[in-house]
């Protein structure tokens, strides 16, 4: 995160996590399932918080694992192997969004789009 623009935000991640994860771990709980997107993102800092002895779950990555099973066993996979065309566009910040999202995305981006979600 830090060399991303962004580490003005760890402490606060740290302290927030210990308060909401604090009582879990506390509790005897032996496994917690990342029900939210952005979690798997900050999973490095959960662990480090709740220990090694709770088994981490990222629901995302076994929805992604569910889907894929589906899709194989219907036959609907594509099999066009050609690069995909990425467009993102966010509702604040682009130049922030761009830095950062080598830490997110696992690879830079060259640019996003500034946009407003209508009414």
Known sequence: I????????????????????????????DTLILGCTH??????????????????????????KTAKEAL???????????TPKHEFYVTSDPDRFTSSSGYFLGEALGRATLTTIGK
């Open 2 to 29: 830090e060399s991303f623009g962004v580490s003005e935000l760890g402490s606060e991640i740290d302290e927030a996590l210990e308060e909401y994860l604090g009582p879990i771990r506390d509790s005897g709980a």
């Open 39 to 64: 979690y798997p993102l900050v999973s490095h800092r959960i662990r480090r918080i709740i220990g090694r002895e709770i088994t981490l779950i990222d629901s995302g990555a076994q929805a992604a």
């Open 72 to 82: 194989e066993a219907s036959d609907s996979i594509s099999s066009r192997k050609n």
